[in-house]
């Protein structure tokens, strides 16, 4: 299975800050069609999962473009800009450029 | 698109539990379907997938004890889970696949097996 490395575990921040979380996985994420199935969720406290980002690098319906994500073949990064309290929660990477799908551990993001 | 799951509950270990996905807002016949768990306090772990053929696909830990099924007529997903641990003992999701996406979740159902 890939394995995805997320860094770091828990990030404390403060409204209006910038912050990015890393995703490495240990084999490429391009798929023979030619595009990079790398997605990142967003579970807030209590609530179930929801896609912010899909392929590397586009955002979902109704994401704000707060959020971006960049990357290629094994190395990928969520930023977000300038932080707002309904962006606290885990944030997962997750592939299903291979059988199975496999996610990051998550990284938790804390008011500081 | 709404997905509401149910059937979750306390069981024992080795007994069975059949879990529903009711969909809506959606042609649901269209879309494959994923099955993912999170234990409590941990990360997301996929579990199993269907197509909108009926094709399935299932991670390891699951394999010949749990069963993914659909019914188009009744909006419905199912997950059948036989045989379980008590490492199956998790919030169970499920989600709608597009493009190899999870681009809707529902609100998850416990499942709890123990003595």
């Known amino acids: 299975d890939v394995v995805m490395t997320q860094t770091p575990p828990s990030l404390s921040v403060a409204i209006g800050q910038s912050v990015s979380i890393s995703c490495k996985s240990s084999?490429?994420?391009?798929?023979?069609?030619?595009?990079?199935?790398l997605h990142w969720l967003l579970q807030s406290p209590g609530r179930s999962p929801k896609r912010l980002i899909y392929?590397?690098?586009n955002l979902g319906s109704g994401v704000p473009d707060r959020f971006s994500g960049t990357g290629s073949q094994k190395d990928f990064t969520l930023k977000i800009s300038r932080v707002e309290a309904e962006d606290l929660g885990v944030y997962y990477c997750?592939?299903?450029?291979?059988?199975?799908?496999?996610f990051g551990a998550g990284t938790k993001l804390e008011l500081k | 698109v709404q997905l509401v799951e149910s059937g979750g509950g306390l069981v024992q270990p080795g007994k069975s539990l059949k879990l529903s996905c009711s969909a809506s807002?959606?042609?649901?016949?269209?879309?494959?379907m994923h099955w993912i768990r999170q234990a409590p306090g941990k990360g997301l772990d996929w579990v199993a997938y269907?197509?909108?053929?009926?094709?399935?696909v299932y991670a390891d830990a699951v394999k010949g004890r749990f069963t993914i099924s659909r019914d188009n007529a009744k909006n419905t997903l199912y997950l059948q889970l036989n045989s379980l641990k008590s490492e199956d003992t998790a919030i169970y999701y499920c989600?709608?696949?597009?493009?190899?996406?999870?681009?809707?979740w529902g609100q998850g159902v416990m499942v709890t097996v123990s003595s």
């Open positions: 269907i197509s909108s053929s009926s094709g399935t």
């Open positions: 392929q590397v690098s």
């Open positions: 997750a592939q299903t450029t291979h059988f199975p799908p496999t």
């Open positions: 084999q490429s994420l391009v798929y023979s069609d030619g595009k990079t199935y």
């Open positions: 989600a709608r696949d597009y493009s190899a996406l999870f681009d809707y």
């Open positions: 807002g959606f042609t649901f016949s269209s879309y494959g």
